[in-house]
């Protein structure tokens, strides 16, 4: 069984960019288990499910088959052979995201595919409860944060260069923060620091300096 470094935070705080360039350093597969929440809100819409209706989202959500690969050094998604790009990445997906996320049965259908990716090797995970929920045994848990004004910043930025941005700073802002008060106050495994795990503030850190301080505060046999 792989080994697993888990990493939480809200959206923005770079999770992402952390958890690419640790797995990178240590040859471990990154997990992006927010793709996951994504693939699941783009299908819904496809497929005209109200993802209002928590009942309508939960009996859809069995049906949706998810392929994962270990490809390039991450695990990648398929759905039906299909990869889904950036297509979940657009503010459609966002606005509906945290509604689909929300509902219990989601939550398990998705912590249980997560936790079977341990069959593929050592992981970086990331998510918003991947140290609470998912993987709260591991030894090396992570909750990395930043202002929000440092996250819609970055997120814009991101947005820009991935040339899907058509929003103010102020509102992917008002979005993020739309977004935290959904994640830290649902009922089914709400964003929260674990008991244990080594807050990380990067508001005023480069990417390079939080990555050293992920890798510092790993144990000590797996930074080799």
């Known amino acids: 069984m792989g080994r697993v470094i ?4 809200p959206s923005g705080a ?18 992006d288990s927010g793709a996951l929440y994504r693939i699941m809100t783009w299908q819904c ?13 939960a009996a859809f959500a069995k049906t949706v088959a998810v392929e994962c690969r270990a ?26 995201a945290s509604h689909v996320a929300t ?4 939550r398990a259908r998705i912590t249980g595919l997560l936790r079977g990716l341990v069959a593929h ?3 970086v995970v990331e998510g918003r409860d991947i140290t609470t929920a998912v993987f709260p045994d591991s030894p090396a848990r992570f909750y990395l944060t930043a202002s929000a004004e440092a996250r819609a910043r970055r997120r814009q930025k991101e947005e820009v260069e991935k040339g899907i ?7 992917v802002k008002a979005s993020l923060l739309a977004r935290d008060r959904i994640d830290s106050t649902r009922k089914c495994a709400p964003l929260r620091k ?23 505060a790993l144990p000590a046999d797996w930074r080799n």
Do not use: C, W
């Open 194 to 216: 674990a008991n244990g795990a080594v807050e990380i503030d990067s508001s005023d850190m480069t990417l390079d300096e939080v990555v050293e301080a992920v890798l510092g």
């Open 103 to 106: 509902v219990p049965e989601v």
């Open 121 to 123: 090797g050592d992981l």
């Open 45 to 57: 819409l496809e497929n005209g499910v109200d993802t209002s209706d928590p009942a309508a989202v």
């Open 6 to 9: 888990a990493i939480d935070g």
């Open 14 to 31: 770079g999770k992402s960019s952390v958890s690419k360039l640790v797995g990178k350093r240590l040859g471990f597969l990154h997990v």
């Open 71 to 96: 490809e390039g050094g991450a695990i990648a998604y398929f759905v039906k052979g299909e990869a889904p790009g950036e297509r979940i990445r657009m503010p459609e997906i966002n606005a509906h």
């Open 165 to 171: 941005a058509n929003q103010t700073e102020d509102a």
